[in-house]
């Protein structure tokens, strides 16, 4: 089958609308599948190196439609949650994007990079002694008692990239945030650069701008807290610094929570809804509603990674209805342990536009290949068993229950047994 049939275009069968083609911004994609943001933890010195290219060219040549690597920090080291993540901050870092675009575009993919400040989980930071960026202190408390459970040897993990430290933090200043806007532009303009084809700006998942978007993390009273608007300046500002860096046209994604679990007072959908319209209005060509938890230890099932199927959609539909009602024809990313079924459905109620799959790409690269193949049952399913992320929480490179290749010569081959010669009885 040719490369445009494996991903889809003007497919007829049960899945014609996930794999129907879209538009985001300036950009055609063949099909309605995004691979979102998961960290690999393959980059060396802030550099994508080949281990990490293989991985997501595997995606590309599984038919997704749109990868999305996993974040990278704009001002690496600083403000970085691994040293083995992406690093925007140099132009050094260019080349290995460079190649990373060209073997994505090998396999008629397209890819874009997630830009990112970690904020308060900034874990490099700490490993450092710099105090962690925050909106406000001080920064509401964890129930961190689970962590009794954990063995010493799991401890001493999650203590790799902090090297055991215990973080401080600061409440950024206007300079602060100044350099913070500025980095995310340099940033945009080294992925452009690059050749890479879009950029995702991660205004999520704890991260700095989510912490500025959340009235449970943001106590300002200045420009940049105290309404929503104030709240969600800071994540305007740096799509505009964006935009103006890119120029019209270059796709530009914008990750957001769509509610925040745990106690209240955090973002609900409503607020996820305004926050949205502002962000279009800044120059966004697409909204991801994603989801996070206040506590990762008490809530970390219900978001990011929910163990229920389509967990978002009803948030994702919020947000898309208050785009539509502000005039705003931006298209909406629904993200959830979003299973093929469930895409197909949330697609045509319009609830979304598209469809981020997670961990259902990390279990089988070729899932949207079959599904395109009319080989639903080919599928190799996600167990939604965490496996994966823990090994981040390790600060490694994830593993996968089903997907023995997982980061280890996903396309290549390279560091495969040979197993030709093996018999089973
Ligand atoms: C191993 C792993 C790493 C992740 N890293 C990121 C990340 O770097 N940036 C991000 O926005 N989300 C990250 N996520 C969350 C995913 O992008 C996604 O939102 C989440 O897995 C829910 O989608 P799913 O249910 O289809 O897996 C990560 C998820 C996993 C499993
Ligand atoms: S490790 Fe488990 S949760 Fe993660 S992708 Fe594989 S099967 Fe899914």
Same mark, same amino acid.
């Given at each position: 089958?040719?490369?445009?049939?494996?991903?889809?275009?003007?497919?007829?069968?049960?899945?014609?609308?996930?794999?129907?083609?879209?538009?985001?911004?300036?950009?055609?994609?063949?099909?309605?599948?995004?691979?979102?943001?998961?960290d690999m933890n393959l980059c060396v010195d802030g550099s994508v190196t080949d281990a990490e290219i293989d991985h997501y060219a595997?995606?590309?040549?599984?038919?997704?439609?749109?990868v999305i690597t996993g974040t990278g920090a704009?001002?690496w080291?600083?403000?970085?949650?691994?040293?083995h993540q992406p690093g925007f901050?140099d132009?050094r870092h260019i080349a290995g994007m460079a190649k990373l675009a060209d073997a994505v575009?090998?396999?008629?993919?397209?890819v874009a990079m997630q830009?990112?400040?970690?904020?308060?989980?900034?874990?490099?930071?700490?490993?450092?002694?710099?105090?962690?960026?925050?909106?406000?202190?001080?920064?509401?408390?964890?129930?961190?008692?689970?962590?009794?459970?954990?063995?010493?040897?799991?401890?001493?993990?999650?203590?790799?990239?902090?090297?055991?430290?215990?973080?401080?933090?600061?409440?950024?200043?206007?300079?602060?945030?100044?350099?913070?806007?500025?980095?995310?532009?340099?940033?945009?303009?080294r992925v452009?650069?690059a050749g890479i084809?879009?950029?995702?700006?991660?205004?999520?998942?704890?991260?700095?701008?989510?912490?500025?978007?959340?009235?449970?993390?943001?106590?300002?009273?200045?420009?940049?807290?105290?309404?929503?608007?104030?709240?969600?300046?800071?994540?305007?500002? !740096?799509? &505009? @610094?964006?935009? =103006?860096?890119?120029? *019209?046209?270059?796709? #530009?994604? %914008?990750?957001?929570?769509?509610? +925040?679990?745990?106690?209240?007072?955090?973002?609900?959908?409503?607020?996820?809804?305004?926050?949205?319209?502002?962000?279009?209005?800044?120059?966004?060509?697409?909204?991801?509603?994603?989801?996070?938890?206040?506590?990762?230890?008490?809530?970390?099932?219900?978001?990011?990674?929910?163990?229920?199927?389509?967990?978002?959609?009803?948030?994702?539909?919020? !947000?898309? &209805? @208050?785009?539509? =009602?502000?005039?705003? *024809?931006?298209?909406? #990313?629904? %993200?959830?342990?979003?299973?093929? +079924?469930?895409?197909?459905?949330?697609?045509?109620?319009?609830?979304?536009?598209?469809?981020?799959?997670?961990?259902?790409?990390?279990?089988?690269?070729?899932?949207?290949?079959?599904?395109?193949?009319?080989?639903?049952?080919?599928?190799?399913?996600?167990?939604?068993?965490?496996?994966?992320?823990?090994?981040?929480?390790?600060?490694?490179?994830?593993?996968?229950?089903?997907?023995?290749?997982?980061?280890?010569?996903?396309?290549?081959? #390279?560091?495969?047994?040979?197993?030709?010669?093996?018999?089973?009885?």
């Amino acid at each position: 089958m040719s490369p445009v049939g494996r991903r889809g275009a003007g497919h007829t069968g049960d899945f014609g609308r996930l794999l129907a083609p879209g538009r985001i911004g300036g950009l055609d994609l063949p099909n309605r599948v995004i691979m979102p943001a998961m960290d690999m933890n393959l980059c060396v010195d802030g550099s994508v190196t080949d281990a990490e290219i293989d991985h997501y060219a595997a995606r590309a040549a599984g038919g997704v439609g749109l990868v999305i690597t996993g974040t990278g920090a704009v001002s690496w080291p600083v403000g970085a949650a691994s040293m083995h993540q992406p690093g925007f901050s140099d132009d050094r870092h260019i080349a290995g994007m460079a190649k990373l675009a060209d073997a994505v575009h090998a396999q008629s993919g397209r890819v874009a990079m997630q830009l990112c400040h970690h904020g308060k989980v900034s874990t490099i930071d700490m490993a450092n002694d710099r105090p962690l960026l925050v909106p406000s202190v001080p920064v509401p408390a964890m129930d961190l008692s689970t962590l009794g459970d954990c063995t010493v040897d799991e401890l001493m993990g999650l203590a790799n990239a902090s090297g055991g430290k215990m973080p401080t933090y600061r409440a950024a200043t206007d300079d602060d945030l100044d350099e913070v806007i500025d980095a995310f532009a340099a940033a945009a303009r080294r992925v452009k650069a690059a050749g890479i084809d879009a950029i995702e700006i991660h205004a999520a998942h704890g991260y700095l701008l989510s912490t500025f978007l959340s009235p449970g993390y943001n106590h300002r009273t200045d420009q940049w807290g105290g309404s929503v608007d104030n709240r969600a300046r800071l994540t305007c500002e !740096v799509v &505009r @610094a964006v935009r =103006a860096e890119v120029g *019209d046209g270059y796709p #530009v994604l %914008v990750r957001i929570n769509g509610h +925040e679990f745990g106690p209240d007072g955090g973002i609900t959908a409503h607020i996820a809804a305004a926050q949205a319209v502002l962000i279009a209005a800044a120059g966004a060509d697409a909204i991801h509603v994603s989801a996070n938890a206040h506590d990762p230890f008490a809530n970390f099932t219900a978001g990011p990674l929910p163990d229920t199927v389509a967990a978002y959609r009803p948030i994702a539909a919020t !947000v898309k &209805r @208050a785009l539509v =009602a502000a005039g705003h *024809d931006v298209p909406v #990313v629904g %993200v959830g342990r979003v299973l093929p +079924e469930a895409a197909e459905d949330m697609l045509a109620s319009g609830d979304c536009d598209f469809v981020s799959m997670g961990r259902q790409l990390l279990a089988d690269p070729d899932l949207v290949a079959h599904l395109a193949d009319n080989h639903r049952a080919a599928v190799r399913p996600c167990i939604n068993c965490y496996v994966c992320v823990e090994q981040n929480f390790f600060d490694l490179t994830p593993r996968c229950a089903v997907n023995a290749r997982l980061g280890r010569g996903e396309l290549d081959g #390279v560091g495969q047994a040979d197993t030709s010669g093996v018999r089973c009885w």
